[in-house]
């Protein structure tokens, strides 16, 4: 049983039906693990979000009972988390990730009504043999059944080569996203690499998105960033700045203490650090602006945004950089159509905002992020 908070003060409660309980024949690419916003847009569970209808993004995860074999130290997914014998059990970006048929998936996103909504679809990769395969499978039945919804792959760098980035594009993937998320290679070892047997490798992550960047094109790659590691403002702001450079976009995750991650005891990313560089990372990749043109304290915190005060007001009332930073979709290509309800914060005390901001939650956002010391006190 799980939980998705309707308000700030009554949870609503959805369960698995029988079909989606995991047993060992339930794997990729006759099933697929799904976010919980996701399976309450499809109707395959119950359940309202809060101040939001759905998720305008398909998000699926191939899945496999034995699990992935990366053990980093921040993930619901991980590989030391074994003793949770059924793998769809464990938690992942917050929420529960119930399994279906991939082709029950399929028939209700062409079935339509508010199923309908969906303006993309994103296959996420694990860190498993059978990955890469299984990716191209889904890949390929989708763009046969459901050709005018695109398609992004999250891609899992370790056992991806260059041909494999070819192939998927000619297949038919719209957008191909790389999950570095820590930014700095002191980070990602302590998190991602030899230091907790995980296989993941720096210059290979950033390989990847130089492959992305040169096949896929501008516009159509990204890089998954987590603020709240250990990093400084600068230094993750400096990778924003390097993405966009490349002709790609930057996709911010906070930090949040996974249930049963390595990490689990790990303070929640900073509200005022988070608000800073979700603004900082709107401005590179949408306002013009450049990493070089803001202005840092000796602790690599934002002081300055390098825009003119009426330019930095009317962006903060607007209220976009604060929304969930994905993907885009048809509309508003500012505006991410993978908006992951809840993924890093509760409803109570939202970070990633999934809907676009009320004049009562840009106050918020401004008194978070420092008001007056760094100019935004407006």
Not at 131 to 160: F, G, Y
């Amino acid at each position: 049983m799980s939980t998705v908070l309707e308000n700030d003060v009554q949870p609503v409660n959805f369960y698995r039906p029988n079909y989606h309980i995991k047993t060992p024949a339930m794997r990729s690419p006759e099933y697929v693990q799904m976010s919980t916003a996701a399976a309450i847009t499809l109707g395959l569970v119950p359940g309202k979000m809060h101040r939001t209808a759905c998720t305008h993004c398909l998000n699926l995860l191939v899945t496999y009972p034995e699990g992935c074999r990366a053990n980093c130290a921040y993930c619901g997914l991980a590989r030391h988390r074994e003793e949770a014998r059924d793998y769809a059990d464990r938690n992942f970006i917050r929420v529960d990730w119930p399994t279906a048929r991939y082709d029950e998936v399929i028939e209700r996103v062409k079935a339509g009504g508010d199923r309908g909504q969906f303006q993309r679809m994103c296959i996420s990769m694990i860190t498993h043999p059978n990955s890469d395969a299984d990716t191209r499978v889904l890949l390929q039945k989708w763009v046969e059944a459901v050709p005018h919804v695109p398609v992004s792959i999250l891609s899992n760098p370790t056992t991806m080569e260059k041909a494999d980035l070819v192939e998927l594009k000619a297949m038919g993937a719209d957008i191909f996203t790389v999950a570095l998320d820590a930014v700095t290679p002191e980070i990602f070892e302590r998190t991602r690499g030899k230091t907790v047997e995980s296989p993941h490798r720096y210059a290979k992550y950033w390989q990847a998105i130089e492959w992305a960047a040169e096949i896929f094109g501008p516009e159509k790659f990204g890089a998954h960033l987590i603020c709240g590691m250990g990093e400084t403002e600068r230094e993750i702001l400096e990778v924003c700045q390097r993405i966009k450079d490349m002709g790609g976009h930057n996709h911010m995750f906070a930090f949040f203490p996974e249930r049963g991650s390595l990490m689990e005891d790990w303070p929640a990313c900073d509200r005022g650090q988070w608000r800073r560089v979700q603004l900082a990372r709107f401005i590179i990749d949408y306002a013009g602006g450049h990493v070089a043109q803001m202005h840092f304290d000796a602790a690599g915190r934002v002081v300055g945004f390098g825009l003119p005060e009426n330019e930095l007001a009317e962006l903060i009332r607007s209220g976009k950089p604060f929304q969930t930073s994905g993907c885009p979709g048809k509309d508003d290509e500012e505006v991410s159509a993978c908006n992951r309800p809840y993924g890093d914060s509760s409803p109570t005390d939202i970070y990633s905002f999934p809907f676009a901001l009320a004049k009562r939650d840009v106050e918020g956002v401004k008194r978070q992020m420092g008001g007056e010391d760094i100019g935004v006190g407006l």
